[in-house]
Nanobody, 123 residues
Framework: VQLQASGGGLVQPGASLTLSCAVSGFNLDDYNIGWFRQAPGKEREGVSCINSHLGTTNYADSVKGRFTISSDNAKNTVYLQMTNLKPGDTAIYYC?????????????????WGQGTLVTVSS
């Protein structure tokens, strides 16, 4: 099981960015995928999660209405579309996989983690 996050970068406030999480070694239908982030000096927090089989998604309150999670099973990739980015969104973003029945944003539930991709929102 491997996950590879990519797509981070330096953007100005109000800009958009799409992160990708390419997975290998398993089918997206069999795992929940979560996006998490960790800002300097802060704990890792859940951002969004998806269960492709059930078609369910969930978002942290801080990103609702701005971020959209989606999956492309044919490409074995999960995306996180981020719009209206704010300086508070600056963090290293990680994707992770969990074989639970439902998708959650509880960090400790996730067994497999990709390396992070840095998102910096600054003017």
């Amino acid at each position: 099981v491997q996950l590879q996050a990519s797509g981070g970068g330096l953007v100005q406030p109000g800009a958009s960015l799409t992160l990708s999480c390419a997975v290998s070694g398993f089918n997206l239908d069999d795992y929940n995928i979560g996006w998490f982030r960790q800002a300097p000096g802060k704990e890792r927090e859940g951002v969004s999660c998806i269960n492709s089989h059930l078609g369910t998604t969930n978002y942290a309150d801080s990103v609702k209405g701005r971020f959209t999670i989606s999956s492309d099973n044919a490409k074995n990739t999960v995306y996180l579309q981020m719009t209206n980015l704010k300086p508070g969104d600056t963090a290293i973003y990680y994707c992770a996989a969990d074989k639970g029945r439902i998708a959650t944003m509880i960090t400790t539930f996730y067994e497999y983690w990709g390396q992070g991709t840095l998102v910096t929102v600054s003017s």
